[in-house]
């Protein structure tokens, strides 16, 4: 089942002899259970692809769908609440983690419960079910910066979860991690989209981390194509 298609979706910076076109009339589909990966050097294109996809970033022209609602049209937004659909269908996962320095690992994953007006026992026991998914329950109680760089993704990823997103977005994930820690990464987003039926797009520059993915496309200077 189909959860997020853009057509034609064309991203530009500055004006006159100073425009710079960062994406180039870019087609994609994405459905549930899915992985999709977007490779690239670094510079081709592929944050400001994943802000646009996030409603991030307003397009400069084309088509946006998110689960059966136009979200973007030509050149500009429909009126949608675009913060809601954010707060409720997308998870993001920053490449460096960005935890809230001053709240627990726990904290930070009942936050976006808390946005949502989900309160009191039913948050905590999701950030319970979350924690022990990502198997690092045992550090709920700990800053941050007290977490190893493994530590931290899992919790920013079981808060990217926390309100079960029709999809997951994560920036390089895998960047500031080992080998054997950046592949557990991608088996927490394999696991999450196979069994949560959820959609997964994930930027890289890494191709060794991508085995098993649905989708694999490339993106070099602005323009997307099949890998």
């Known amino acids: 089942m189909e959860i997020f298609k853009i057509d034609g979706l064309t991203k530009t910076f500055g004006s006159g002899h100073m425009e710079v076109r960062a994406l180039q009339e870019i ?3 994405v459905s549930r259970g899915e992985l999709t990966a977007l490779l690239g050097p670094s510079g081709s294109g592929k944050t400001t692809l994943l802000l646009c996809i996030s409603l991030i970033l ?24 675009i913060r809601r659909v954010r707060r409720e269908k997308i998870g993001f996962v920053f490449q460096f983690h960005n935890l809230i320095p001053f709240l627990t690992a726990r904290q930070n994953v009942l936050l976006p419960l808390n946005l949502t007006g989900i309160n009191g026992k039913k948050a905590a ?9 990502m198997e690092i329950s045992h550090r709920g109680d700990s800053l941050p910066a007290l977490l190893s760089g493994g530590e931290q993704q899992r919790v920013a990823i079981a808060r990217a979860l926390a309100n079960n997103p029709r999809l997951v977005l994560a920036d390089e994930p895998t960047a500031s991690l080992d080998t054997s820690r950046g592949a557990k990464v991608m088996e927490i987003l394999r696991k999450v989209a196979r ?16 085995e098993g993915f649905d989708h694999l496309y490339r993106l070099k200077d602005g323009c997307l194509q099949p890998d």
């Open 58 to 81: 307003e397009p400069s022209e084309g088509r946006i769908v998110f689960d059966g609602q136009t979200i973007f049209q030509k050149n500009g937004w429909t009126g949608v609440d």
């Open 195 to 210: 069994e949560n039926q959820t959609a997964v797009i994930v930027v890289t520059h890494d191709e060794r981390m991508v």
């Open 27 to 29: 087609n994609l589909s």
């Open 125 to 133: 026991n999701r950030v319970r079910e979350l924690l022990d998914c």
